[in-house]
């Protein structure tokens, strides 16, 4: 079973304004990373935040750590319309044999 | 760096057929990662390297299925006899730390349809 799954499955906004995607995964974690894909292109890794980390900042991006809730948040603030990709939150479970596991990803759309 | 480089970008082949993917990774990075991405099943890890070895090939579907790393700046993934569920877009992906330790770094990947 997928170790990470996002939500919503999809999002569409307007320029401008702020995007929240959220990870939820089931067993006990060392790092959870986010990735963005563009349509035909390969993945783009954007932050990785380890169990002990809270929060992490990167340029316009914050992501946050809820091991109690086994769940993580992106966001990204003051969206722009190249920010239009597919976003995975990936997991490297402490049993998971170092593999990193990928949700199925939410598809952001920010219209112009 | 010129980032993880992959070939062919597209391959179009007939079922039975022989496909041989390869991927070059960024210098100095040590991890080796196979993916395939397909809409039903996601992106899915085939098989991982570390410093050249094979460290996990549970994610490789069958004996169809066959990756190779001769060395620190090569890998081949081979699929002998290609099946048209075999159509999927294929990414090769480096990393400076083991596993899933640290960022992996995807080269634009191979698209491949088997007909």
């Known amino acids: 079973s997928q170790q990470g799954e996002e939500d919503p499955q999809a999002l569409s906004i307007q320029e401008g304004e702020n995007a929240t995607m959220n990870c939820s995964y089931k067993t006990s974690i060392n790092n959870l990373q986010w990735y963005r894909q563009n349509s035909g292109r390969g993945l783009v890794h954007l932050i990785l935040?380890?169990?002990?980390?809270r929060e992490k900042h990167s340029g316009r991006l914050r992501v946050t750590l809820d091991t109690s809730k086994k769940s993580s948040s992106l966001l990204i603030t003051a969206s722009r319309a190249a920010d239009t990709a597919s976003y995975f939150c990936a997991t490297d479970g402490e049993t998971s044999g170092s593999r990193l596991t990928f949700g199925e990803g939410t598809q952001l759309t920010v219209n112009p | 760096d010129a980032g993880v480089i992959q070939s062919p970008r597209h391959e179009v082949t007939e079922m039975g057929q022989e496909v041989t993917l390869r991927c070059k990774p960024i210098s100095g990075h040590n991890s080796l990662f196979w993916y395939r991405q397909t809409m039903m099943r996601g992106l899915e890890l085939l098989i991982y390297?570390?410093?050249?070895?094979?460290?996990?090939d549970s994610g490789m579907p069958e004996d169809r299925f066959s990756a190779k790393m001769p060395n620190a700046s090569f890998s081949t993934l081979k699929i002998q006899p290609s099946e048209p569920r075999d159509s999927a877009v294929y990414f090769c992906?480096?990393?400076?730390?083991?596993?899933?330790?640290?960022?992996?770094?995807f080269g634009p990947g191979t698209r491949l349809l088997v007909l």
């Open positions: 935040i380890r169990s002990n980390e």
């Open positions: 390297f570390n410093n050249n070895v094979p460290i996990d």
């Open positions: 992906a480096s990393s400076d730390l083991a596993g899933g330790r640290g960022a992996q770094y």
